[in-house]
């Protein structure tokens, strides 16, 4: 019998080595998979900081990486020539009130479609759906800015708030499927305790969501920083409430009308640092859900 036994297991064994060999291959494929692509992501960074201490003559001849000397002046240069204290400023104001509106209106959406049976359910989630395939760039900047004129918000940077809020699909339907992992037992014990939906949600619900509301402040964060042409429209008769991405544009010339690519590169990168900044906070969140969505 022990002899029977022993052949077996080396049966079993000789058959199980080319599945362990296909994992090993598979794994080391995806390690060069995640090698190359972090590569990719991390070396425009890198190039803009370094960059970001040439002078525009050493930056223009081309071929080197490191700069022969640093020229940190082009911090401070940047700095006061793109009046980088006002416009981060309203940057930090448009990205936080579009993030905060955006996850309370997602939140309680995804909550609402979860939790609540209502007529035309199918119908809001098609919807939901539809508008992420739908591009809102700048073939409707004009009917935006229409109706906030009549709004009387084309003028300052909430109605531009209003409209990154109302885009809110994408983080609408990663709410919905983290809310789907949330057992609805949790519900029925505050029921029976005499809590109302709206105390649910706000007691119980919300509290259980913080790694998707990491994740989608985030992505609502970032792409509020990023956006470019809604406030250089929204503001072009009060430059002053101009965000960064539009007062990055100029540093492009100088009073000679030379290009600045060495102060452009140094206002780029400290336009990048509050997103990174943003992603070491949401990072756990990140893990969270990842090490969530395993478990499931």
């Known amino acids: 019998m022990e002899v029977t036994e022993t052949l077996s297991n080396v049966r079993i064994n000789k058959q199980a080595q080319p599945f362990s ?20 992501i991390v070396f425009p960074i890198v190039v803009t900081f370094l960059g970001s201490f040439m002078s525009n003559i050493e930056i223009t001849k081309g071929g080197k ?6 020229q940190f002046v082009n911090y401070k240069e940047a700095w ?4 980088f204290a006002r416009f981060t400023w309203n940057s930090l104001f ?19 479609v979860d939790r609540i049976k209502f007529p035309g359910k199918a119908i ?18 004009r009917p935006q800015f229409e109706l906030m004129v009549k ?50 949600f706000w007691r119980i619900i919300l509290p259980l969501m913080r790694p998707g509301l990491g994740v989608g402040a985030l992505f609502t964060f970032c792409g509020a920083w990023n956006e470019y042409l809604r406030p250089l429209v929204f503001t072009m008769t009060n430059p002053k409430l101009q965000t960064l991405t539009v007062g990055l544009s100029y ?14 590169l140094a206002g780029a990168f400290l336009s990048i640092l509050p997103l990174l900044v943003v992603y070491m906070i949401a990072n756990k969140s990140f893990m969270q859900m990842t090490a969530g969505s395993l478990k499931g």
């Open 21 to 40: 060999f296909a994992r090993i291959g598979g794994r080391v494929l995806l390690w060069i998979f995640l090698l190359v692509t972090a590569v990719l």
């Open 65 to 70: 990486i490191f700069p022969s000397s640093w």
């Open 80 to 83: 006061v020539q793109a009046n």
């Open 94 to 112: 448009l990205s936080g009130a579009t993030t905060i509106g955006t996850l309370i209106v997602a939140s309680m959406a995804a909550y609402v």
């Open 124 to 141: 809001f989630v098609a919807i939901q759906a539809f508008t992420m395939f739908i591009s809102i760039g700048a073939v409707v900047i």
């Open 151 to 200: 709004l009387h918000l084309h003028t300052n940077l909430w109605g531009v708030v209003l409209i990154l809020v109302s885009g809110h699909a994408y983080i609408f339907f990663i709410l919905l499927s983290f809310l789907q992992g949330i057992s609805r037992e949790l519900d029925e014990a505050a029921r029976i305790d005499g809590c109302s939906n709206g105390g649910i």
């Open 251 to 264: 540093l492009r010339y100088g009073a000679s009308a030379a290009v600045q690519t060495h102060y452009m």
